[in-house]
């Protein structure tokens, strides 16, 4: 595929698309291949949403090539439940990967690889174990000791590295080493371990390896075979560059990829650890992998996010070295800006209240218009019912109100969003004292949409026709984690800062129209905020309701 001068200016620019664009000019590049490498151990998060569309997004804008690949090197924490989900959360986020490939397609390549490495004297078979190899590494400040296996002839570690492969030996029993500098200032380059002992069924091999290399050996062994060329990872892999080229120098593959480093995606009020979100599936904190309040992909999809408001936000957040933190409420800013032309509104109350309009005809009921997307005329309008019993919020009526409040009290009157004028007349209690019901009288001649201007109020508030009112389940979420303390208790751990608080499940009512939505169907609640249909916990009988975001935020935008 051949590539003129590059000069395209379709994603925001950053340094990684400067050396992309130097490499063209300069004839290094012909193609660009780059290629999003998860480890399929886990769910995919919001931090490799912006890896996926850094990759796919360059090497399109260049006419390129971008590889999904499985690193499956590790079998013991590998599963065919996380291939499945990490290809449906790249397909949804709106890619197409040109190749498809697994580390486990090339263990023959890599194993043939380590053999060069034994005969041309640049790795060895070492025999001691893993704490003893880690205090033998040294620390940042002290050099390494050398291992006493050292210096074992290429024979002899060729014939243990083939008996490792033949299930000779227990896990753990040896390993192979790279042999490079046990004094060099760069810890990754004193003498790294890179095959080891692992009697793990493999979800693809099966059984057929009990040898597998170690991440820092097969990735770029993987990219040189792929002929990617510009293999971007996030900062920490910074220090394993050196060991990165040295394997493609040693190994003499025919292509020659270059790895460059970006400042991974932090967010505040959230844990990505995929290590920390695994934990809290398996301990139940969440529901799954793709509950809402996680910040997974499927968990983002769940709640009601968009691929086109998660794309916005991985191109406007920018591609840098330095690392920073941004506001979970950025994230918020792009859902909302990509639903607000395009998700219908309606009326929902989370917490109903009873009212009973007293001088409205019993068994009456008249369909009353209103617009589907205020913003957004061309979406037509929608009829809605309304009667003689309407719910509303309970937050919507107060019996003793402080000044300045203009919705429902006793000898107020408010108007129905959409229909008339109302009047609290009486209110009605249980036994308890609580509020239960209110009786209201309505003007026929105040209907929304006629003209009226005889007079007018203050306070606007929503409503449902209760005889018609369609009963679901909300869903409200807060952050799943607390912000994290300057100070932290001794002993205390991310589990400590999990919000009691990040679910409240309520039972409420939906306009009549919405009884046939359907799983991820979206729709701004007036007043409320977006919400999601739940694709996984709805039923055609019970419909869930997650809320995406609010209606508005304190987060100043221009400062972001």
């Keep these: 595929m051949e590539n003129k001068s590059a000069t395209t200016n379709t994603t925001n620019t950053n340094f990684i698309k400067n050396i992309v664009i130097e490499d063209l000019n300069e004839g290094r590049v012909d193609t660009v291949v780059t290629r999003f490498p998860p480890e399929p151990n886990g769910y995919l998060h919001i931090g490799h949403a912006k890896s996926i569309c850094l990759n796919f997004e360059l090497a399109d804008e260049f006419k390129g090539r971008t590889n999904l690949r499985f690193d499956d090197t590790n079998p013991a924490k590998e599963d065919e439940e996380f291939v499945r989900a990490i290809k449906e959360d790249v397909q949804w986020l709106g890619f197409e990967w040109d190749g498809l490939f697994f580390a486990s397609d090339y263990f023959d390549y890599m194993y043939e690889k380590a053999q060069l490495l034994i005969r041309k004297g640049k790795a060895y078979v070492c025999q001691l174990n893993a704490e003893q190899i880690r205090e033998g590494r040294g620390t940042l400040t002290e050099p390494g000791k050398e291992s006493p296996y050292r210096d074992r002839p290429a024979e002899e570690s060729l014939d243990l590295f083939e008996r490792m492969r033949k299930g000779e030996f227990k896990d753990g029993e040896m390993v192979l080493r790279a042999k490079i500098n046990m004094a060099s200032p760069n810890i990754n380059l004193r003498d790294p371990v890179i095959y080891r002992i692992s009697h793990a069924h493999h979800h693809r091999t099966g059984d057929a390896w009990c040898i597998y290399p170690m991440y820092a050996f097969a990735h770029p062994l993987e990219d040189a075979h792929e002929a990617v060329t510009h293999s971007i990872c996030t900062l920490e892999f910074e220090d394993q560059r050196p060991l990165y080229d040295w394997v493609i120098q040693e190994c003499e593959t025919e292509h020659v990829p270059h790895q460059y480093e970006f400042a991974k995606l ?63 409420k950025y994230l918020d800013h792009f859902i909302r800006e990509d639903l607000k032309l395009k998700a219908p509104r309606t009326m929902g109350i989370l917490k109903p209240l009873k009212v009973v309009i007293t001088n409205y005809p019993e068994g009456q009921v008249e369909m009353l218009d209103a617009e589907i997307n205020s913003e957004n005329p061309e979406m037509g309008i929608r009829q809605i019912p309304f009667s003689r019993e309407i719910y509303i919020e309970q937050d919507d009526f107060m019996e003793n109100p402080p000044s300045k409040y203009f919705r429902l009290f006793p000898g107020n009157e408010v108007r129905l969003k959409h229909a008339y004028f109302i009047k609290c007349e009486e209110v009605v209690k249980d036994e308890a004292g609580r509020v239960i019901e209110l009786r209201c009288t309505y003007d026929p001649e105040t209907k929304s949409g006629s003209g009226f201007t005889g007079r007018k109020v203050k306070g606007t508030i929503h409503w449902v026709e209760a005889t018609r009112a369609v009963p679901v389940e909300f869903r409200l979420y807060e952050p799943l984690v607390l912000p994290e303390q300057e100070e932290k208790e001794e002993g205390s751990t991310f589990l400590d800062r999990i919000n009691p608080n990040s679910l409240e499940v309520l039972s409420g009512f939906v306009e009549e129209n919405m009884k046939d939505a359907e799983g991820n169907d979206k729709f701004q609640f007036f007043r409320h905020g977006y919400f999601n249909v739940d694709p996984k916990a709805s039923t055609k009988d019970h419909l869930v309701f997650n809320l995406t975001v609010s209606l508005k935020s304190s987060f100043d935008i221009k400062q972001a």
């Design 266 to 328: 932090k967010l505040t009020d959230t844990i990505m650890g995929k290590r920390y979100l695994k934990q809290m599936v398996d301990e139940g904190v969440v529901d799954g992998w793709d509950d809402p309040r996680m910040p997974t992909v499927s968990g983002l999809r769940r709640r009601g996010f968009t691929p086109e408001s998660i794309r916005n936000f991985c191109r406007e957040i920018g591609v840098t070295k330095s690392d920073s933190t941004v506001d979970v």
